[in-house]
């Protein structure tokens, strides 16, 4: 059984910082690891993802802005958010799957396996 637990989110206001971290239970060899987000009325939405090797991928509205890195022998996975804009607003969940490493790009081309609760990210004008 894994589990994931989210911490970091909380207000802040357009122009601001935050960073999300989640601890996984498990460490895995072969991973493709990442956050995705929810706002009310839309599908959840692939935010960042990291493989092995720091190979990474990120969604066109976040590139530039948001960092994905990975920490402590791969079970801690955080994403460093800078230059927050409003449209940030949302249900962050960190997430996991270890057999897609091959194809560990966004959008993924299936659910991934391993899910957190999910934290809530306010970006204020």
């Known amino acids: 059984h894994v589990t994931l637990e989210e911490s970091g989110g909380g207000s802040v206001q357009t122009g601001g910082s935050l960073t999300l971290s989640c601890v996984v239970s498990?460490?895995?060899?072969?991973?493709?690891m990442g956050w995705f987000r929810q706002t009310p009325g839309k599908e959840r939405e692939g935010v960042a993802l990291?493989?092995?090797?720091?190979?990474?991928s990120y969604s066109e509205s976040v590139k530039d802005r948001f960092i994905i890195s990975l920490y402590n022998t791969k079970n801690i996975v955080s994403l460093q958010m800078n230059r927050l804009k409003p449209e940030a607003t949302g249900t962050y969940y960190c997430?996991?799957?270890?057999?897609?490493?091959?194809?560990?790009?966004?959008?993924?081309?299936?659910?991934?396996?391993?899910w957190g609760q999910g934290i809530q990210v306010n970006v204020s004008q």
């Open positions: 498990k460490t895995y060899s072969s991973y493709c």
């Open positions: 990291i493989a092995p090797y720091d190979v990474t």
């Open positions: 997430s996991v799957d270890p057999w897609m490493t091959g194809a560990c790009h966004l959008p993924p081309s299936r659910e991934f396996d391993y």
